[in-house]
Each structure stands twice: as structure tokens, then as C-alpha cells.
């Protein structure tokens, strides 16, 4: 079984730029999370989508933004970027609805660099 | 959910059974006790989780406390490919957010 894939692998934008991030769930996997990885904050949350729906969000701005298809595959968007969106951009998904018997698996990511 | 307190850093030599420890002293009742991993430049790779039992497969083994307030995560032969960062996460049963804590970890260093 595949797991979950995540397109670009790498990303090179400058300031003021927007950028699409891709994000392919395991097969099956309904349930689809992002996350954004630095050095200095480590692992944060940013949203998770379920059939298409939000559920939850993190605390960040307004300039990132996501979607989620009804095949399950998902989009974050990031508009206006600055210096400081330079991250891992992690995907992960789940079996169901967010359950805690139901692991969460994520992708290799995209690494985002903001010039 | 609740937090959790790992030791930042260990080491172990190779071949030798590698013991991480977790404390989550605030951990509900309907909380799963999870262990994931990161190698450098991947994805965190999920390696096992459990409530109250014991728990093993063919990755690792979680040792989850009576009162539940810690567990450990053991590998059973470490090899050089098993150093990496090392992240022990709470989280509810029930229907709740993905919205995981993943803490700094435990940065485990494989000696040959």
C-alpha cells in the first residue's frame, strides 16, 4: 500500500509569492491533517480536514489556507509568503474520523523556501 | 490532550536494547499513548501506540504503567538506522482533532 505523498518535494519562492502544497492520503484514509515543521518551533498544527470539511484549525494566520477533495487528496495554500513561512510542510493522514485507536501517517513533505 | 516529558537526548550501543521513557502524569483515561520517530529530513513514521496494555509489534514494544502516568518505548536490538528523534504523544479516544502535540523528543544516538 502507498503511503502518503506529497508534491513538491522541494519549493523555492520569493517574498510575496503564493504557493500550492499537494497532499495524496493513503488509500482509503478519509481523514487528511497538516503540519508545518521549523527549528525553532518545531512540529505545529495547522488545520485537518475530514469528507471535505474543516475540522480544526491552528494558530495561524489568515494567509494559509487549505482544502480537501472529494477523492480525500488535499491542498494547502500559502499567500503573500514571507521569510519566516520557510518550513517542512508535513501531510498526514487517518483512517477515519480523528479518532485515538486510528494512527495518524505522515508523508516526507514539502520543504518550502521563502527568498 | 495531555503533555508529555522525555529526556532530550540518549544514547545506545548497537545491538543493545534502546529504553525510551515518556512521562504523562496528566493523562486521562480515554487518552492513547503514541510513539513516533524522525529521521532527519523525513516525515515522523509512526511506530506504535497503546491504552493500557502492553503493546508489541514488529517495530517495538510499549510498556504503559499500572496508573498509566508513564510508559516506555523499547527497541528491542538497536541498529544505526534506528537513530533518529524519538516523540511520545497523548492523545483522546474519542472523537477529537489531529491536532497533535508533538513535544521536542528524545534525540536517541545509535553507537556502533
Known amino acids: 500500500k502507498a503511503g502518503v505523498t506529497q508534491t513538491p518535494r522541494y519549493l523555492i519562492k520569493t517574498r510575496g509569492q503564493q504557493v500550492t502544497l499537494s497532499c495524496s492520503p493513503i488509500?482509503?484514509?478519509?481523514?487528511v491533517s497538516w503540519y508545518q515543521q521549523t527549528p525553532g518551533q518545531g512540529l505545529q498544527f495547522l488545520f485537518e480536514?475530514?469528507?471535505?470539511?474543516?475540522?480544526n484549525k491552528g494558530n495561524f494566520p489568515g494567509r494559509f489556507s487549505g482544502r480537501q477533495f472529494s477523492n480525500s487528496r488535499s491542498e494547502m495554500n500559502v499567500s503573500t509568503l514571507e521569510l519566516g513561512d520557510s518550513a517542512l510542510y508535513l501531510c498526514?493522514?487517518?483512517?477515519?474520523?480523528?479518532?485515538?485507536?486510528?494512527?495518524?501517517?505522515f508523508g516526507n513533505g514539502t520543504r518550502l523556501t521563502v527568498t | 490532550d495531555a503533555k508529555t516529558t522525555q529526556p532530550p537526548s540518549m544514547d545506545c550501543a548497537e545491538g543493545r536494547a534502546a529504553n525510551l521513557p515518556c512521562n504523562h502524569s496528566?493523562?486521562?483515561?480515554?487518552?492513547?499513548v503514541y510513539w513516533y520517530r524522525q529521521i532527519h529530513s523525513q516525515g515522523p513514521q509512526y511506530i506504535i501506540h497503546?491504552?493500557?496494555n502492553n503493546e508489541t509489534n514488529e517495530m517495538a514494544s510499549l510498556i504503559i504503567t499500572e496508573d498509566r502516568k508513564s510508559s516506555t518505548l523499547i527497541l528491542p536490538h538497536a541498529t544505526l538506522r534506528d537513530t533518529a528523534v524519538y516523540y511520545c504523544?497523548?492523545?483522546?479516544?474519542?472523537?477529537?482533532?489531529?491536532?497533535?502535540?508533538f513535544g521536542t523528543g528524545t534525540r536517541l544516538t545509535v553507537i556502533p
Open positions: 497503546g491504552l493500557k
Open positions: 504523544i497523548v492523545r483522546v479516544a474519542s472523537t477529537g482533532a489531529n491536532n497533535l502535540f
Open positions: 496528566t493523562i486521562s483515561g480515554n487518552e492513547y
Open positions: 480536514y475530514f469528507s471535505e470539511t474543516q475540522r
Open positions: 488509500s482509503g484514509h478519509r481523514s
Open positions: 498526514a493522514s487517518s483512517l477515519d474520523l480523528p479518532m485515538g485507536n486510528s494512527p495518524l501517517h
